[in-house]
């Protein structure tokens, strides 16, 4: 069992704040919940600098501000593991994002422990200590948490707290330290950002097999559905699913009667949703219609092209031993060959950019596409 402060009044927050704000490194995790809520209900912080290991409560401690001001200390480095759920965790509740972010899941992919690592099988490829998961479905806003639930939590930030510095050896060692921190810039970005309502409809799935008129309605239904689950703390399946959506889109419903015969939407979302949804459909904007959503994977050459792409990634990962998913994903190869069919124009891509674009501008350059 290991030793840790349970922080659950502001008085003892205030306390390991002003420690913390003394150290140099701050090995930090959270436990939510998230089921059918939009945002995750955060359960518990747990914090390590080395020396106090903390187990933060926020059901219980009223006001956090003081602790998430320990992130955005450019003095500090935050140390988590696959983070981007953490990271809108920060966003929703403390407002803030780290300023210095060491993902060492990241670390690891390029230090060759393998992509995409769970934390668990990091501690025992680092440390050979083989950690206890059996806590990993708890209810984390339960009260009280057992002392089982509470050492599971400590676990995650200890055990991390001690491989840091193999993965950092390894970082200085390859020249790559610095890569890790570009990725955890570039993973905190916009997440402060709030959603934009006018563009929810482009994630709606199969939103591209829509013309014009179909997506006017789409862009009110999915800008209505995203308010709404915004407002309500819902998960968007839960106000309406997405297949709903764009068949609501298709038949673009008159009438109560014909609203109800559409088999796409269930009784419950019918009865509860129906007359809101034929007002919105009637909002619809038809003078001044959408784009068709351009997909790029139907476009002429557009095989071949990846293909071609892939092949030179996949090279150039081998040769800087960098795994070929971190390097260049689908979405970004995606990202690169709109940028080069459009002429070159826009936002540079990311394989580009940073520690990417030091290793791959030049050979994606020789490539006929």
């Known amino acids: 069992m290991l030793a840790f402060q349970y922080i659950d009044d502001d008085a003892s927050l205030t306390e390991l704040v002003s420690k913390y704000r003394q150290s140099p490194l701050l090995v930090l995790d959270t436990e939510f919940v998230r089921t059918r ?21 926020p059901v219980a401690v009223g006001n956090l501000s003081e602790f998430w001001s320990l992130l955005t200390e450019p003095e500090i480095t935050t140390v988590l593991h696959s983070c981007s759920e953490d990271l ?3 966003a929703r509740n403390g407002q803030c994002q780290p300023i210095r972010l060491f993902d060492s899941q990241i670390a690891a992919s ?7 690592l769970g934390y668990a099988k990091l501690v025992e490829q680092t440390l050979d200590i083989a950690l206890d998961k059996g806590e990993s479905r708890t209810d984390w ?31 200085e060692d390859t020249d790559r330290l610095g890569w890790v921190f570009e990725e955890g810039e570039r993973m905190t970005q916009g997440r402060l950002t709030p959603p934009d ?10 939103a591209f097999q829509l013309n014009s008129k179909q997506l006017a309605y789409l862009k ?15 998960a968007v399946g839960f106000v309406v699913k997405d297949h709903a959506l764009i068949g609501l889109a298709k038949k673009q419903p008159k009438s109560v009667n014909e609203l109800n015969q559409m088999i796409e939407l269930t009784d419950q979302e019918k009865r509860i949703h129906g ?8 909002t619809a904007d038809l003078d001044n219609l959408p784009k068709p959503i351009d997909v790029l994977a139907l476009k002429n050459g557009y095989k071949s092209s990846f293909k071609t792409i892939k092949n030179c990634l996949t090279a150039i990962s081998e040769m800087q031993d960098v795994p070929i998913e971190l390097l260049g994903s689908k979405r970004h190869i995606h990202e690169y060959l709109q940028w080069f069919w459009d002429g070159k124009t826009g936002d540079v891509p990311l ?10 501008t030049s050979p994606l350059a020789e490539l006929a596409l």
């Open 197 to 206: 309502l006018e563009l929810a409809y482009l994630k709606i799935k199969n």
């Open 110 to 116: 390029l230090c060759g422990f393998g992509h995409g």
């Open 220 to 234: 009110v239904l999915a800008t209505w559905r995203l308010n709404k689950a915004v407002s309500r703390d819902l």
């Open 141 to 171: 806003m339960k009260r009280p948490l057992s002392k089982a639930q509470l050492n599971y939590a400590a676990n995650d930030v200890y055990y991390l707290y001690e491989l840091y510095p193999q993965l950092l050896q390894k970082l």
């Open 275 to 282: 007359r809101d949804i034929l007002a919105l459909l009637e």
């Open 37 to 57: 809520t939009y945002y995750a209900r955060l359960g518990l912080i747990q914090a390590y600098d080395g020396k106090t290991l903390a187990l933060i409560d």
């Open 351 to 360: 394989l580009l950019s940073g520690w990417r674009g030091e290793i791959a």
């Open 88 to 90: 809108e965790v920060f």
